[in-house]
């Protein structure tokens, strides 16, 4: 049995850091190490981690001076003896067969990286959804052979990365930046030989919740980062010769992360924000007929739904639906 190294940054999250923890005390595969990445926060996270440290000998805790995401992501995996990685994110649980289902898979396919489900949980309704991978099971796939696989969620905490791999790489989460996993996953996948993919039910939870980076208001700093991602990620592929192998793939990337989901966001909270003109410039002049990417035709019915109203500005519509799902999701939960 393999050692499984699970990196879980920690920062002013004292309300959810027990919930992921004991996720991942629970988990089926015993032979793992946990490093809690204690990344200065000021509230008692820090102390709870030394907590779990005392009573468990495979919890491990690294203190270190805030740096955010990405730097206590890159710490961590540097503390790390095990074959393979797991990210999780602090304020998130996991299945207790995470672990031992994507091990498994990787020692079968001596695959590079895993894939596997995840359901995000938004913690104001109770709504559930899952995001389905829908790779092929059970054999390698690459970026060549599936090229689909760039455009699925880049998520970090959704794979196994093997160490060996993962240090041969030379890639790492760049630091100062929100959406880091963009910046990095695909590029991951490119250098990739063998992956393989877990689906069959969810194995990681996402917390979505009021106050995280990923449901800021700060549309400035989202334009900024998105474009600077999306301008990184096509610079990297043509410095590696494969901007044309994969422009399809780049093309819905910009699509999804720089107009799509920004959009979204901000129609929910000011319509007439100055971004969302932005964000459309933006793709308009990196690939000025993006609408006619063939990914797009295979988005959700809700999905393209929201894309019709959305490229006719009718906002009002699109709030008026968000507010009566989550009403009903309410309802739901009561």
Known sequence: MELASIIVPVYNIEKYIEGCVESLLAQTYAKTEIILVDDGGTDKSAGICDEYAEKYSRVKVLHKENGGLSDARNKGAEQAHGKYLFFVDGDDTVSPDMVEKAVCCAEELHADMVFFDFESIEEDTGRRDRYHYGFPQNQCMNARSNPELLIKSPSACCCLYSKAFWDE???????????????????????????????????????????????????????????????????YFNGQHLEEEFKKELEYLVFQHCYFIPSKEIILADTKSMWLDRFRKYVVSKYPDIMKNPYISELSGKDKILLFFMKRRMYRVMNLLSGMRKAKDRMKGQ
């Open 169 to 235: 790489s030379g890639i790492r989460y760049p630091e100062g930046l929100h959406y880091e996993d963009l910046a990095t996953t695909p590029r991951f996948i490119i250098k990739a030989q063998k992956i393989g993919y877990v689906g069959d039910s969810p194995k990681y939870y996402y917390m979505l919740r009021q106050g995280s980076i990923m449901r800021s208001n700060n549309f400035e700093r989202s334009y900024k980062d998105r474009t600077y991602v999306m301008n990184f990620l096509m610079d």
